[in-house]
C-alpha cells in the first residue's frame, strides 16, 4: 500500500519518515519531489568490469548547469537525506524529466528498509540534456511493510553523495 502525501506528512512529523531537508512544497498527493546534489561520479573507463573495482572522478554541477551526453552513464545523488525504518521508499524520475528523455534511475528504484542517506541517481540521457544543482528531478513515494522489518545494513548504509557501484566486493568473498 502506498502512502499519500498527508500520511507521508504525519509520518515525518513522527519521524518514521527521514526526508532532510524537507520542504511541504514538495509534498505531492502520494509523493515527495527530491532534489538533485551538486555533485556527479563519472566512470574513468568506458567499458566497466563487474568483478573489478571501477574507478570514477568526481565533478561539480556549476550554477549555470551541465549538459548530459548519451552513452554516459553519470552517478549524481539526491540533495536531500532519504530513508525510514518503517516504510519502503522508492524512487522514480519526474514525468517532465522523462518527458525530456532523461532517466534518474536505470535498475536500482527501491531502497531498502532502514536505509537512510542521500540516494545514488543513475543519470542516463536519450539525447543531451541540461541539468542543474537543486531541481527537483525526481520524486519519492513509500509503500508500507507486511511480515518482520529486517533493517537495511549493508555497504551503501549513509551514503554522501553519489557512489561508484562496489559490486566488485561480492567477487572477493
Known sequence: MILTGSEILKNYEEKR?????????????????????????????????????????????????????????????????????????????????????LFINITADLIDVGAIGQVTLQLNAVQPVTIYPGMQIGQVTFWAVSGDIKKYDGRYQASRGPVASKMYEDFRK
Not at 52 to 81: C, D, Q, S
Open 17 to 101: 519518515i527521514i526526508i532532510d531537508p524537507f520542504n511541504r512544497d514538495q509534498l505531492n498527493p502520494n509523493s515527495y519531489n527530491f532534489t538533485l546534489g551538486e555533485k556527479l561520479l563519472v566512470y574513468n573507463d568506458y567499458v566497466l568490469d563487474v568483478k573489478k573495482e571501477n574507478f570514477a572522478r568526481e565533478m561539480e554541477i556549476p550554477e549555470e548547469g551541465l549538459t548530459l551526453a548519451p552513452g554516459t552513464v553519470y552517478l549524481g545523488h539526491t540533495k536531500e537525506v532519504i530513508g525510514s525504518d518503517y516504510f519502503v521508499p522508492v524512487i522514480r524520475g519526474r514525468s517532465s524529466i522523462g518527458r525530456l528523455g
